[in-house]
């Protein structure tokens, strides 16, 4: 070892985040229940996690577009339909779907059973507005398109209203 390497200072780690089974933030929207895993504070906000379950039948937002990130789906269980366009996606356990920004796309659980997908937000812009979202609802307010539509804007994102 050099005289220089045993003089300088240790260098200090990046803590390490662990989430256990019934940890991480919980956001209910409707009929979907979100567990945030990671919101970004952890990741020099370069990436946020959260698992969803969507209850049968649940319809997702309409179609939208990210101008400034990424978004990923894994499903881990269930089938998820993906509209991105006018082309759907049915997405079993074991399916990713990236979305890239600028891409219009959709979700929705159409089937009888519980679907449980894990997704990814790089950067981690828009898990506040899932945040937002629950605040709305949970002050009693049912939030109307328009509302909806401003929360959006806040993070980046606008409805692909030039779809059919």
């Known amino acids: 070892m050099t005289d220089e390497a045993k003089t300088r200072e240790p260098h200090t780690r990046p803590a390490v985040s662990v989430v256990g089974a019934g940890d991480g933030e919980t956001i209910v929207l409707g009929t979907t229940r979100m567990r945030i895993l990671e919101d970004g504070s952890h990741t020099g906000h370069r990436l946020a996690i959260a698992e969803s379950v969507l209850a049968p039948h649940t319809?997702?937002?309409p179609q939208h577009r990210h101008a400034r990130h990424d978004e990923g789906f894994y499903i881990l269980s269930g089938t998820v339909r993906f509209t991105?366009?006018?082309?759907?996606?049915d997405?079993?356990?074991?399916?990713?779907?990236m979305v890239p920004p600028g891409a219009p796309h959709t979700f929705a659980n159409l089937?009888?059973?519980p679907a449980v997908m894990l997704s990814t937000?790089?950067?981690?812009?828009?898990?506040?507005y899932f945040?937002?979202?629950q605040e709305m609802l949970a002050d009693g307010r049912t939030p109307t398109p328009q509302a909806g539509?401003?929360?959006m804007s806040r993070y980046a994102t606008e409805p692909a209203t030039d779809l059919p």
């Open 84 to 89: 991105v366009g006018d082309e759907d996606h």
């Open 111 to 113: 089937t009888d059973r």
């Open 91 to 97: 997405a079993a356990a074991g399916t990713l779907v």
């Open 121 to 128: 937000f790089t950067p981690d812009l828009y898990v506040q």
């Open 131 to 133: 945040r937002d979202l």
């Open 59 to 61: 319809q997702g937002p």
């Open 149 to 151: 539509i401003d929360a």
